[in-house]
């Protein structure tokens, strides 16, 4: 398994819209090719899909990753542990103890070359966490979670008037 490895992505991927898929398919080559030896870690929740790249098979190892909320339609880029890297320029989203994020709404806008550099230093961070170097691991997809209800958009429905 891979970055050639698409089959669960992009089951999951499907009740989104085409240009969210594109845009995420996109922002996942960017993560793959800078760190093609990492490993992806989907999770398919109840509220969002996300997946990330660890040096390990562990959540906690997450160095970066994708979402895409299942009703706001929202993708972020983001950093698993986005508070403890440098941000010179302010971008990044979030004031939770932990996570941090690019809201992602055209793929021209994308500010590839300083989410490289955060990147690099996300993926330091998370090198540095990992305690045992038997955990690391190189290259592979693996699914850790599917939700099986998934929450969706309910239509509005108009109140009739009395």
């Given amino acids: 398994m891979s970055k050639a490895d698409t089959k669960d992505l992009l089951k999951f991927l499907k009740p989104f819209d085409k240009e969210i898929i594109d845009t995420v398919?996109?922002?996942r080559e960017f993560a793959w090719d800078l760190y093609p030896k990492a490993n992806e870690l989907i999770y398919d929740n109840y509220n969002?899909?996300?997946f990330g790249w660890s040096p390990t098979d562990r959540v906690g190892h997450t160095f970066c990753s994708i979402a895409v909320g299942r009703t706001s339609k929202n993708i972020h880029f983001g950093f698993y542990w986005g508070s403890q890297i440098a941000?010179?320029?302010?971008?990044l989203l979030g004031q939770g103890n932990q996570y941090r994020y690019i809201l992602v709404t055209d793929k021209k806008d994308f500010p590839k070359a300083y989410i490289t550099k955060l990147v690099k230093e996300a993926y330091a961070n998370s090198l540095a966490?990992?305690?045992?170097p038997k955990q690391l691991m190189q290259g592979k997809t693996i699914t850790k979670s599917v939700s099986n209800k998934k929450r969706e958009k309910k239509p509005v429905v108009a109140k009739k008037k009395s």
């Fill in 25 to 27: 398919l996109w922002l």
């Fill in 48 to 50: 969002a899909l996300a």
């Fill in 87 to 91: 941000d010179p320029k302010k971008i």
């Fill in 129 to 132: 966490k990992v305690k045992d």
